[in-house]
């Protein structure tokens, strides 16, 4: 018989989307965690059941700490991002690059990350504590915490990541429910109920963070650019979600950040070249990282000593269109947008 024709593109799509799904399901777990404590140790994630956590401990080494004398942003992010991977691979025996092979990839959107204790030393330990929920196709979001050799909490965050499908193009869309509930379905043991900050009707990031009752209120602006370097990016060729707390540095001139709020709506590859344009007042900063009239990343963090938690008005500046279309437009010489309950640009 004659071979059959070539899919058309959009059916070959569709034909790569039924590989990875059924790719998705091909596995199981390696250990039933969920059932019993699991020991852990350093590169080893094991599993509370006494905090309902997956768990692990991690070691400061000295490039993991700043001048401010507390373990950077950066690599408190690249922490949870760690025993969010080595969980995947210890327990269900998943690596990124597997998953990658699978046409699938979970990526991170939205996160907050404070710093809430107080100093940390080089080579001491962190236990890391970490859960992940599962509200909704394609949200994949991760709560975490780490606690010094004392015991005390030091740091904790929340973490949106996405299952996401890779298309041939490279190009990602969220999976839909079939897809979603058949990857996590060996995952949703590991949710602890007790600390849900999502559900089916509330699946907006800036819904898990308390109302402070005051708007952001810059006193100074500037604009600057910022080009994606490789060291930004990672196996995917797109940027590392830890790296945007460090390219804040190079666009506000402070050097003590202890809290921030990253928002990635495109993700950006090596050599972009992103105008970034910065509001701040004594003790905060939001970023606007755009390319032309296209916002890429926004960013909003918190520096100095007295500590304040992230608050919903702040994030809700860096990820309502309305308001950072606003806020983009003025950084581009547009008049100042009216004050609103989570911002007033009326100093500058």
Known sequence: PAPAPAPAPAAAAVSSAATASAAAVSFAPIIDVGLQDQPSAFETPGFSMERHAITMPVRVHCEDTSPIGHVRLESLVAYAERIRSLSLKQFLGLSLDDLKKMNLAILASEYVVEIVGRG????????????PEFPGA??????????????????????????????????????????YDRFVSHMRHWSNPKKLHFSETSLRFFNA???????????????????????DC???????????TS????????????????????????????TVYVLYNEDSALFVFAVKDAVRIMAFGHYGTERRPIS???????????HYQKLLKFGKGSEKPPPCKDFDLSQL
């Open 247 to 274: 390219m804040t540095e190079s666009c506000h001139d402070r050097r003590d950040a202890y809290a921030m709020y990253v928002n990635i709506m495109t993700s950006v590859r090596p050599s972009d070249e992103l």
């Open 138 to 179: 394609p949200l994949f979001p991760w709560a975490t915490e780490a606690y010094s050799e004392n015991g005390d909490l030091y740091m904790k965050g929340l973490f949106g990541l996405s299952l996401c499908s890779i298309a041939a193009d490279g190009s990602y869309r969220g999976t839909g429910k079939v897809e």
């Open 312 to 322: 919903r008005e702040e994030i809700k500046c860096c990820s309502m269109p309305g």
């Open 120 to 131: 940390c030393g080089v080579m001491e330990t962190l236990r890391i504590d970490t859960t």
């Open 209 to 231: 963070y308390k109302e402070s009752g005051k708007p952001f209120v810059p006193t100074g602006r500037r604009e600057t650019k910022y080009v994606v370097r490789a060291a």
């Open 234 to 244: 990672d196996l995917y060729s797109v940027l590392f979600q830890a790296r945007v």
